[in-house]
């Protein structure tokens, strides 16, 4: 993907400084955040949130990552001028989000009025270490990226790349964008209602698996159209799409599930399986249409060519 660093995009908030993160959960009687815990957040920070690693936080445990699910402690996060500290490679990687960022919100304020009818209004992302608080509660960095409708934001701890490769995931440069651009669908679906919609329709226990995997294949779908708008500007570089596509793989229900416990139940399935996330995001690529991301008519398998 071709693109210049150039500083922090308005439309972050950056956390990382932030001492203690906002106060997390220490529910497992000792100095970790244990499994209760991790359950809690789980249950009151993300039912009302869109997060990117569903499977994990759906009922697998706290497995990927530290094994207790206890976020990394880093040192002392400021510097003595009060700047953040921060490695190279990070810094890099603020940047990095920070022109996916503004990039994929100045491809959707031109879409939506075109092809929905609706005014596209900014998002804001926020960079945290270990924990936060969001409108849909607490998080902590083992929750992974999510989107929270309730005060429209995007929260992401960048340690988040690490963990995605222990997934198998591609942590190059577009494979980055694929989870930003992701979470920003989300945002659309507020934006358009559809969000709202589903959260209705998850409160029948019945409808609650189907209806979040086909939001989260809709923002799959969404985030290739994003990749749509790169190609048509020049901006998509050989492999790029590859990366996108590995990322989606890694994060599949069914991989995800077959690591974990060995097995997979799709009943359990809360963001489609591997080969649907791909599809998805295929389709979005492919067609460049908001309207050609109907997961909730054409069901999670329908992606088509």
Known sequence: MQWTPGGTSSDIEDRRGDSGGGGGFNLGG??????VGFIVVVVIGLISGRGFLGSILGGLGAGVGSGSGAPVQRESARNADGSIQESASEHRDVQLVSFVLDDAQKTWTAILPQQAGRNYRHAKLVLFRDATRSGCGNAQS????????????????LGFWDELRKLGGNTGDFAQAYVITHEIGHHVQNIL??????????RDPSQRSKTSVELELQA?????????????????????????LQNAAAVGDDHIQKMQRGSVSPESFTHGSSAERQGWFKRGFTTGEVKQCDTFTAGADGYGG
């Open 142 to 157: 083992s929750t992974g990226p999510f989107y929270c409708p309730a005060d429209e934001r995007v929260y992401i701890d």
């Open 220 to 244: 799959d779908c969404y985030a290739g159209i994003w990749a749509h708008s790169t190609q048509r500007r020049n901006i998509l570089q050989s492999g790029d799409i590859d990366q996108a």
């Open 193 to 202: 209602g559809i969000e709202q919609r589903a959260q209705s329709a998850m």
């Open 30 to 35: 000792g100095g970790g955040f244990g499994i």
